[in-house]
């Protein structure tokens, strides 16, 4: 199981990232149809809406009905993290050296056995218990 971070599924919905919104777009398409296996996080789905309504400038309701659409869609895993979690975050960001919503992402994803995401973002390979897969590269 790998966990899909914000950005990956922001290109999904992008029109204008060409190469990198098809990729993304096969990526989303393989996990909404079963065909690959994917999570995403509370923290990732809140992001990705304040994403879709901010920097593509989506009306609301079309960014709820992309959410409620991952959300509905049980090929797609929902974690969650706790209020422990947050405290044990704010550790990882400081020991790592990691920005805290990152960590944050990354310690519900240790919370909840998964070890992979895929982002373009390089501050998880700050975290050594996660591997990040960038897509694009």
């Known amino acids: 199981m790998r966990l899909v971070d914000t950005n990956i599924l922001f290109y999904a919905f992008d029109r204008t990232q060409g190469k990198k919104h098809e990729q993304a777009k096969s990526l989303f398409k393989q996990i909404s149809l079963g ?20 920097k593509l400038k989506e009306r609301n309701e079309i960014a709820r009905a992309i959410i409620a659409g991952i959300i509905e869609t049980e090929s797609w895993k929902k974690i969650n993290y706790t209020s422990d979690t947050v405290a044990s975050a ?48």
């Open 90 to 137: 704010s550790q990882l960001s400081e020991k790592f050296k990691a920005p805290f919503w990152d960590a944050l992402i990354a310690q519900t994803m240790l919370e909840n056995n998964i070890r992979e995401i895929v982002t373009e973002d390089d501050a998880f390979s700050k975290i050594p218990a996660i591997k990040a897969a960038n897509p694009f590269k």
């Open 35 to 54: 065909e690959a296996e994917g999570c995403v996080s509370n923290q990732v789905l809140a992001e990705l809406y304040s994403a879709l309504t901010t």
